[in-house]
C-alpha cells in the first residue's frame, strides 16, 4: 500500500484551496446531505488537495487520492509543528516535511456517505463538489526556480500545481417575485438567502441526484432596501462591484 501512495503522490496533481474557497467549503461541509460516491467525483484519478489552514474540527490539512477499479483510496494528513514560530517551524519543515499522514480509508463507488460533521470525509466531498459545478477555478502555478532546479537534478518532471480560488459569481435578474403553487409574492425589501445545498438532477433520463450549493445572495428588486438584520455579511470585490453590508 506504501509503494501504491508513493506511486499515486508521483502522479499526483496538487490543489492548494485559498482562504476564502477554504472557508466556503467548511460551511458547505457543514450542512451537506448525503452524497453517493461515484467515479467522476474527484477532479482527477490522482490529486493531493491541501486547504489554507487547518479545516473542520478535524483539524484536516490534506488528502490525497487515488481513484481504482471499485474505490477511491484515501488519505488523511494533519499539517507538522502547528504553533511553532516562523523559523522554527521552516527549519522544521525543511528536514521532516510539512505534512504527517494519520488515516488512510476507502470510498467505495456506489457508497452513501454522511454529511455529518463527525464524518472525515465531509469536507473533501464539498470540496469536490463545489470545484465540479464551477463554483471555484482551478489556476495553474509557475514552479518557483529553485524547485524547478531539484527536480531537474533529480530528472523528474515538473509537478502540475493549481491555486483552487471562488469563482466570480453572479446573480441572474430577480423580479422580485416567488412564484409558488398557484400563487406568487412580491418582495418591497431584499432578504439575504443564506447558502444551502439543493439536489440536482443529472445522468441519463436524469434519474440521478447529485447535491449542488447555492451561493448566498440577495433576493428581491434591486430597487428595494436590504432588510436589516444583526448579521453583517461582505460581499467580495469579485461578486460585487460595491462590497456591500447590512
Same mark, same amino acid.
Given at each position: 500500500?506504501?509503494?501504491?501512495?508513493?506511486?499515486?503522490?508521483?502522479?499526483?496533481?496538487?490543489?492548494?484551496?485559498?482562504?476564502?474557497?477554504?472557508?466556503?467549503?467548511?460551511?458547505?461541509?457543514?450542512?451537506?446531505?448525503?452524497?453517493?460516491?461515484?467515479?467522476?467525483?474527484?477532479?482527477?484519478?490522482?490529486?493531493?488537495?491541501?486547504?489554507? %489552514? @487547518?479545516?473542520?474540527?478535524? =483539524? +484536516?490539512?490534506? /488528502?490525497?487520492?487515488?481513484?481504482?477499479?471499485?474505490?477511491?483510496?484515501? *488519505?488523511?494528513?494533519?499539517?507538522?509543528?502547528?504553533?511553532?514560530?516562523?523559523?522554527?517551524?521552516?527549519?522544521?519543515?525543511?528536514?521532516?516535511?510539512?505534512?504527517?499522514?494519520?488515516?488512510?480509508?476507502?470510498?467505495?463507488?456506489?457508497?452513501?456517505?454522511?454529511?455529518?460533521?463527525?464524518?472525515?470525509?465531509?469536507?473533501?466531498?464539498?470540496?469536490?463538489?463545489?470545484?465540479?459545478?464551477?463554483?471555484?477555478?482551478?489556476?495553474?502555478?509557475?514552479?518557483?526556480?529553485?524547485?524547478?532546479?531539484?527536480?531537474?537534478?533529480?530528472? %523528474? @518532471?515538473?509537478?502540475?500545481? =493549481? +491555486?483552487?480560488? /471562488?469563482?466570480?459569481?453572479?446573480?441572474?435578474?430577480?423580479?422580485?417575485? *416567488?412564484?409558488?403553487?398557484?400563487?406568487?409574492?412580491?418582495?418591497?425589501?431584499?432578504?439575504?438567502?443564506?447558502?444551502?445545498?439543493?439536489?440536482?438532477?443529472?445522468?441519463?433520463?436524469?434519474?440521478?441526484?447529485?447535491?449542488?450549493?447555492?451561493?448566498?445572495?440577495?433576493?428581491?428588486?434591486?430597487?428595494?432596501?436590504?432588510?436589516?438584520?444583526?448579521?453583517?455579511?461582505?460581499?467580495?470585490?469579485?461578486?460585487?462591484?460595491?462590497?456591500?453590508?447590512?
Amino acid at each position: 500500500m506504501r509503494g501504491q501512495l508513493a506511486d499515486s503522490l508521483d502522479r499526483a496533481r496538487l490543489y492548494w484551496i485559498d482562504n476564502t474557497f477554504t472557508e466556503l467549503a467548511e460551511h458547505a461541509a457543514s450542512q451537506m446531505p448525503a452524497v453517493t460516491v461515484s467515479k467522476d467525483l474527484a477532479p482527477c484519478d490522482d490529486g493531493l488537495l491541501v486547504w489554507s %489552514r @487547518p479545516a473542520t474540527t478535524h =483539524r +484536516i490539512a490534506a /488528502v490525497s487520492w487515488s481513484l481504482r477499479d471499485e474505490a477511491i483510496e484515501a *488519505v488523511v494528513y494533519r499539517a507538522i509543528g502547528s504553533g511553532l514560530e516562523d523559523n522554527p517551524l521552516q527549519h522544521l519543515r525543511e528536514h521532516v516535511g510539512w505534512l504527517a499522514p494519520v488515516r488512510a480509508y476507502q470510498l467505495r463507488h456506489d457508497q452513501l456517505i454522511d454529511g455529518s460533521p463527525d464524518n472525515h470525509s465531509a469536507i473533501l466531498l464539498a470540496t469536490w463538489l463545489l470545484i465540479a459545478q464551477k463554483a471555484a477555478e482551478d489556476v495553474p502555478v509557475e514552479i518557483d526556480k529553485a524547485v524547478r532546479k531539484k527536480y531537474a537534478r533529480a530528472q %523528474r @518532471p515538473l509537478p502540475d500545481v =493549481r +491555486i483552487v480560488r /471562488v469563482r466570480a459569481h453572479t446573480q441572474g435578474d430577480d423580479t422580485g417575485r *416567488v412564484s409558488g403553487t398557484g400563487s406568487s409574492r412580491s418582495y418591497t425589501s431584499r432578504v439575504w438567502v443564506t447558502g444551502h445545498w439543493r439536489n440536482q438532477a443529472y445522468g441519463p433520463g436524469r434519474v440521478l441526484r447529485r447535491p449542488v450549493y447555492i451561493h448566498p445572495f440577495l433576493r428581491g428588486p434591486e430597487d428595494a432596501p436590504i432588510k436589516l438584520s444583526t448579521t453583517v455579511r461582505i460581499l467580495d470585490q469579485r461578486t460585487s462591484d460595491k462590497p456591500t453590508g447590512d
